[in-house]
């Protein structure tokens, strides 16, 4: 009775206590500040503890290789080999768009979804879930009505992957195809490969204009590194404050380090330089005459027209230097047509895309005749041909690679100016309609040399399959030139 009382007492209290809590006014200004002062301790200390780790690494760090020093070259060198920069004043490739940063973040998450794609459907023999009608017929023993769905759709071979059966042989052959099917898709992927993403590599330098012994064979490594990476091309956020600051550019950097490094063993250096801080020397590089260099170029950019850039001009030149050695090795004896590609004004200038990733856009000059473009461009697939399979033919062709291709303005604020001497189905009859006769006296043009003779012979020698069914134009550019 005692016992009973006790526990009558106990409960009727802790009621009364559930009564005082409830009824109980809390004050939310209370509540607010103790959130508050929660939320500023936090703060507090994460700042703290991040300028721990600040101040670690400067009491652990040693002192930095002198940025003119055999390391310190050495090292940037190398990353301004793999994107291609020759000398200091060349342009720097332009940062990672939005784009391509996306990709590279989920580069392995975009390859996990693309296999799980090519897998068969999972199987859960233990899934309860309302079987077919097929199913209903075959767990009650019910014959099935003989309309065309129910007699297309069940296959009893087939029927054993998709039905919940209690039969433990059944779920162990279940289970055992599926693992058969997965197992053998998974080889198959191997086996494979899984596609690459759509790599850019740098230019090469050309052998006498290189600081170091680099060879191409390590290029080559560096860049499928970059590739099995998920990055498109080379680069770096140019404007990132430090390496920590751009995901991009601590990977960018991680990788250019990791193959100097390697590189840089075989060299017969001293191994003790490898652990110096060369991420330090990296982005001390990177965030000091990098950034200026690209500020710099960003209003080079802005006030100079793209016309006139100096690799825009280099480029042009490395272009007709390719056509006029083509023209020369196809048409030996035609001095009148092969000289006609020596001059860089017969070359188109380009205009870079917007998209990094995609070929520049081709500027068409408004004096150049429609034939002499197509002799040009077919006189640049001759040039490639003509290079040795390789590197070499890779770099020309990724020279010559253009995408759209557009008329010059009218406006131009620069406009190309034509060559002189030139004969006169180089020029465009409507660009020369427009001159007056003391401007058509500058140019000075010759008598025509028929450019569709030296067309046909180039589509004979370059196109695959190519028959001229014009056989009143087919003759030897040979007896033609003049």
């Not at 209690?166 to 992927?189: G, H, Q």
């Not at 290189?210 to 080379?234: A, M, N, Y």
């Not at 390789?390 to 190309?416: F, Q, V, W």
């Amino acid at each position: 009775m005692s016992d009973n009382a006790g526990s009558m007492d106990l409960s009727d209290s802790s009621l009364g206590e559930d009564d005082n809590i409830s009824s109980s006014d809390v004050d939310a200004e209370v509540l607010e500040s103790q959130l508050d002062r929660k939320k500023t301790r936090r703060r507090v200390k994460k700042k703290l503890t991040k300028e721990q780790k600040v101040i670690s690494k400067i009491a652990e760090s040693r002192p930095l290789p002198h940025p003119t020093g055999a390391l310190s070259t050495s090292v940037t060198q190398f990353a301004k080999f793999m994107m291609g920069l020759e000398s200091s004043s060349s342009p720097l490739p332009a940062p990672p768009t939005a784009q391509e940063i996306s990709m590279w973040n989920n580069h392995i998450k975009n390859r996990r979804a693309h296999v799980s794609s090519r897998l068969p459907p999972t199987v859960n023999p233990n899934e309860s879930s309302a079987p077919s009608p097929a199913a209903q017929a075959v767990s009650t023993g019910r014959a099935l009505p003989l309309d065309d769905s129910n007699t297309s759709t069940f296959n009893p071979a087939v029927q054993g992957d998709i039905l919940p059966s209690t039969n433990p042989t059944t779920k162990d052959n279940t289970r055992a195809n599926y693992n058969f099917l997965r197992n053998e898709t998974l080889n198959s992927i191997r086996q494979q490969g899984l596609q690459l993403t759509k790599y850019t590599p740098a230019p090469e330098i050309s052998a006498h204009a290189r600081h170091q012994p680099i060879s191409s064979q390590t290029k080559q490594i560096c860049d499928k590194e970059f590739q099995l990476k998920g990055f498109s091309r080379i680069t770096f956020e140019w404007d990132a404050r430090s390496l920590t600051s751009s995901p991009w550019n601590q990977a960018t950097a991680s990788i250019l380090i990791d193959k100097w490094s390697g590189w840089y063993e075989t060299q017969g250096k001293n191994r003790d330089d490898l652990k110096e801080n060369i991420e330090g020397i990296l982005e001390r590089w990177l965030t000091g005459t990098m950034r200026r260099n690209y500020r710099k170029q960003l209003t080079s950019r802005a006030n100079a027209p793209p016309a006139v850039s100096s690799k825009h001009k280099r480029d042009r030149k490395k272009i007709a230097e390719h056509r006029y050695h083509a023209a020369k090795s196809v048409f030996p004896q035609n001095k009148r047509f092969t000289i006609l590609f020596n001059d860089v004004a017969c070359v188109s200038d380009y205009e870079d895309n917007a998209d990094p990733a995609l070929p520049r856009n081709r500027i068409i000059p408004r004096w150049r005749s429609e034939i002499l473009t197509k002799v040009s461009h077919q006189l640049d697939i001759a040039a490639i041909q003509l290079q040795k399979p390789g590197r070499s033919r890779a770099n020309l062709a990724d020279l010559l690679r253009r995408g759209d291709s557009k008329n010059e303005p009218i406006d131009s604020e620069t406009p190309m100016e034509p060559p002189r001497k030139f004969p006169i189905d180089s020029y465009d009859s409507a660009y020369l309609s427009e001159l007056t006769a003391l401007e058509r006296s500058h140019i000075k043009p010759k008598e025509e040399i028929n450019f569709l003779v030296f067309l046909e012979s180039l589509y004979k020698l370059t196109v695959r399959g190519y028959m001229n069914t014009d056989q009143e134009n087919v003759t030897n550019s040979e007896n033609l030139a003049r």
